[in-house]
């Protein structure tokens, strides 16, 4: 099973942690990790590293971050690099991170980052894109 840490600015990860139970229920191989105001990249390199060292094995490991080019986003990228079968995927929501729990027992590291970023886009809608969907899916027969 593919690990996962999941990290990024202020309470992200444990907010993100605490509705991924609520719906999924514990999850195995997974870590969450704040990086809050008050925290330095040291001491998130450091949390991270210990992730790693606590999760990482043959299968692979997936980095789940927040914001592109913030430091949670840098600091996985530069752990990520360090080792193949490891991939960072950033932008996560809520929606990315209970499919993708869900899916990665089938799955290699890259497998899961194409998949990734298909259910990224997937889950980034609206209302009115929405609405228009199921009128084009359901079109209204006109009568005599």
Do not use: Y
């Not at 990024?8 to 229920?25: N, R, T, V």
């Not at 080019?69 to 209970?98: C, D, H, W, Y």
Request: aromatic residues 4%.
């Amino acid at each position: 099973m593919l690990g996962i840490i999941l990290t990024g600015h202020g309470g992200f990860a444990s907010g993100m942690e605490k509705a991924m139970k609520q719906i999924l229920g514990e999850q195995s191989q997974f870590i969450a990790i704040d990086f809050p105001e008050t925290s330095t990249t040291a001491l998130l390199t450091s949390q991270l590293e210990q992730a790693v060292a606590e999760l990482d094995d043959e299968e692979g490991l997936i980095f789940l971050t927040d914001l592109l080019g913030g430091t949670p986003f840098r600091v996985a990228s530069t752990l990520a690099m360090q080792k193949p079968g490891r991939e960072v995927i950033t932008g996560t929501n809520l929606q990315l991170l209970l499919e993708m729990v869900l899916d990665r027992d089938e799955l290699n590291s890259e497998a899961f980052r194409v998949q990734a970023l298909e259910c990224g886009h997937r889950g980034l809608t609206s209302l009115v894109d929405e609405l228009g969907r199921c009128r084009e899916e359901n079109p209204i027969e006109e009568g005599i």
